[in-house]
């Protein structure tokens, strides 16, 4: 007797258990697209007596409470439609809090994702092609989103850019004359600068340690300056994977270490180089005891908390003493955050209100001001008139502008940041030399192929 | 034969009423715990990366990869460092404490609380109040007071960072096992002591042989735990040293983590993992099978 209870009871906790995973499966297999199509019948014109509610998953966290603002001013002209925002924690990546929230049959209606995993989620994404913003979209800010069946799934949110971030004002103190940026032209110009600047006691530059700035931001500048256009990049790339490429005799490489030894002798930290953390960053260019600092423009959100000025922009990162050679006037720029659209869990309904939020951030004027003003987001699209406040985002805009712009090599392989990462951290460490630096990048680049 | 039926009945009744009432934490259990955990070793034998469809079948492939993965086996190894040492200094310092805090010092309550306290932060929490300690608090102690070995943070050196580690989970559980060892010293009868003293045992021959084998089921219990809480070890671990400098305090857990959601390899990490999962479940289950025959002999 007592037996088979037991067995009664397994059964039914493995059938109750089983049934809810299945009706949580059900909704994700993929190529559902009924969806789809119902939410492009359905139209916003009967509104539902009830709010609809939709989530999106926010990955980028110093936005996070502006964007909870936006989600109540979205909410306010659209009252049918109520928009919740959930951060990914810190240190958690997007994929896999995306991840575990469509496993979890949870999916959010909208989420944001770092570029390289957009095409990861095609199967979960909605088909975005047909939509309006897609002809005011610069162009090359969509190739990331389109999959290999002609679909384009991605909405481009954010184009970012990093350099040499400098505090004008901390630099004209220290030299007690007026200093224009673009008089640096070449790496030798920038040596100069930072000679200056030390012998006046101003620290020069700080080169912060984390794997993800040296790793997905530094040491992809020497693959960016390989070719001009993305075929170019792309074909480096291959050559690399199937070890053709000798690093150790590749200008470019080469010229980018140069720079690096250079940030390297004139860095705030280098008695101690790998003790730093990005906070730490913020408060030293904000407040001026570093002159200079590798990083982006996402950073002044934190930045403007510290500064006293907005005499803030970015020059190249120098790759060599010509100041003709791509990369001397070029700084980094792309699309690095991209919102996609879940149709496999969401109803046709919510998709639809997910469309509508979309809209709303690029044609109506609130929307436009919450993206650029508030967020202070370099906007992908040519229809927004509206230009970021902040001086970071003006200067990124302004290379934009007259087309010095890198490749932002944001589609590389997912760990690469980690393991290269670390290498290039032996190396500030002065635990690695140059030629143990490209072995170990060659061998990495030859794992990848297989 | 009537009588037999009839207490049958009546033992399927009670029977009945057991099971309904286990049912609820059963249910759970299976959920939770069973349903997942088989779940996730049959995703041991897929290729499936964490989206969409589920993969296909590659037998024991992600295994045979686990063992040929030379930075996997430095986590582990790492981590049973990790493991060793801190299991010895949290259990010492703990023991310590209790004997210490159980003898009647003026305040002895508002110690205890004291010493409790870290185990209430959370770990990510403590990892950064600790940082903070580690790359700023200690730095500029030793830059004014010119003390060579602080001057550097403990972080930017893999060594350092390993013993950072250390002492941040020493300092977080020891409190914790503190208590444990407190309820095993209060049990240990006063007239065992009158009686040593009565025939001449100093302190010493008191602490080694009357209460240490008299507090063996605190002792089996504090070491379980620590043994348990270190290897699963994540949060501080993550945001102490984030894995850094370059990579070399990646503990186990972090690794794998990274494997599954960073390298976008969620089979191959679930492999890991399930080693993982050997390894520790070994160990444990030996150290309590030879805790316990121990306390027996006491």
């Not at chain 1, 009252?79 to 469509?102: H, N």
């Not at chain 1, 980690?418 to 190396?427: F, R, S, T």
């Not at chain 2, 060579?148 to 096992?177: D, E, N, R």
Request: glycine share 8%; with cysteine.
């Amino acid at each position: 007797m007592r037996k088979r209870a037991r067995v009664w009871i397994w059964v039914f906790a493995l059938v109750v258990t089983l049934s809810a995973c299945s009706s949580g499966g059900s909704g994700n297999t993929p190529g559902n697209t009924a969806g789809e199509d119902a939410a492009q019948k359905g139209g916003a014109s009967d509104a539902p007596a009830q709010a609809i509610k939709i989530t999106l998953l926010n990955s980028k966290g110093e936005i996070q409470e502006l964007f909870e603002t936006a989600a109540q001013t979205f909410h306010e002209a659209h009252p049918d439609i109520e928009l919740s925002v959930v951060p990914a924690a810190i240190g958690q990546s997007p994929y896999e809090k995306l991840t575990s929230m469509i496993n979890a049959g949870n999916a959010p209606t909208i989420a944001m994702l770092d570029t390289s995993d957009v095409l990861k989620f095609a199967d979960q994404a909605l088909d975005l092609r047909n939509e309006q913003w897609v002809n005011d979209a610069l162009p090359w800010t969509l190739d990331a989103a389109k999959t290999g069946d002609g679909r384009l799934i991605g909405f481009p949110f954010a184009v970012e850019g990093y350099g040499l971030m400098y505090n004008r004002a901390v630099i004209e103190k220290a030299l007690g004359a007026s200093w224009d940026p673009a008089a640096l032209a070449t790496r030798a110009d920038l040596a100069a600068l930072f000679e200056k600047l030390k012998a006046k006691g101003q620290a020069p530059i700080l080169l912060s340690p984390m794997d993800w700035s040296l790793g997905a931001h530094f040491l992809p500048i020497s693959y960016a300056v390989q070719g001009k256009t993305h075929e170019d990049v792309g074909a480096f790339l291959a050559a690399l994977k199937k070890g053709e490429v000798d690093l150790a005799s590749n200008a470019g490489f080469n010229g980018l270490m140069d720079t690096f030894e250079l940030l390297k002798q004139y860095n705030v930290n280098q008695d101690d180089p790998l003790s730093g953390t990005y906070d730490e960053g913020v408060a030293a260019i904000g407040d001026g005891q570093a002159a200079f600092w590798f990083m982006g423009n996402w950073a002044w959100q934190q930045i403007k908390d510290f500064a006293t000025d907005d005499g803030f922009g970015f020059v190249p990162v120098f790759i060599s003493d010509n100041p003709e050679d791509y990369g001397n006037r070029e700084i980094t720029v792309g699309a690095t955050k991209y919102l996609i659209v879940d149709r496999a869990q969401s109803t046709p309904e919510e998709q639809e209100a997910a469309r509508a939020f979309l809209n709303w951030l690029v044609y109506d004027e609130a929307g436009q001001n919450m993206l650029v003003k508030e967020m202070g987001i370099i906007p992908a699209f040519s229809n927004i008139e509206q230009k970021p406040d902040d001086p970071l985002a003006r200067s990124v805009l302004s290379y934009m502008n007259e087309g010095h712009t890198l490749q932002f090599m944001t589609t590389l392989p997912a760990d690469h940041w980690n393991v290269l990462g670390a290498e290039m951290q032996k190396m500030l460490a002065g635990k690695l030399d140059r030629k143990g630096l490209a072995q170990a990048i060659e061998a990495y680049w030859r794992e990848q192929a297989k | 034969m009537m009588a037999g039926r009839r207490r049958r009945r009546r033992v399927f009744r009670d029977r009945l009423t057991e099971v309904l009432f286990a049912f609820p934490a059963l249910w759970a259990f299976a959920t939770v715990i069973l349903v997942p955990f088989g779940y996730g070793i049959y995703l041991t034998f897929t290729d499936w990366d964490g989206v969409g469809a589920r993969g296909s079948f590659v037998g024991w492939q992600n295994f045979v990869r686990a063992f040929y993965d030379g930075r996997f086996w430095h986590s582990m190894t790492l981590t049973l460092a990790y493991v060793a040492v801190s299991t010895v200094l949290l259990n010492v310092i703990a023991f310590g404490l209790a004997y210490a805090l159980t003898r009647g010092v003026p305040g002895e309550r508002v110690l205890r609380a004291g010493f409790f306290a870290p185990n209430l932060l959370g770990g990510i929490v403590l990892g950064f109040v600790w940082q903070f300690i580690f790359l700023r608090v200690l730095v500029h102690l030793g830059e004014s007071f010119d003390v060579a070995w602080l001057m550097k943070s403990w972080l930017s050196s893999p060594t350092s960072a390993f013993w950072a580690l250390v002492v941040v989970t020493v300092w977080q559980y020891a409190g914790y096992m503190m208590v444990i060892y407190i309820g095993g010293l209060m049990n240990i009868p006063g007239e065992l002591f009158e009686a040593a003293a009565v025939d001449g045992a100093g302190p010493w021959t008191r602490l080694v042989r009357i209460v240490l084998p008299l507090v063996t089921p605190a002792t089996v219990i504090s070491i379980f735990l620590s043994l348990q809480r270190s290897f699963m070890v994540y949060d501080v671990n993550l945001a102490l040293t984030g894995g850094g400098p370059y990579r070399s305090t990646e503990l186990i857990s972090m690794y794998v983590y990274r494997k599954a959601f960073v390298e976008q390899q969620y089979a191959s990490g679930q492999a890991q993992a399930f080693i993982l999962f050997a390894v520790a479940s070994i160990i444990a289950l030996v150290q309590v099978y030879v805790g316990k025959r121990r306390e027996i002999e006491a």
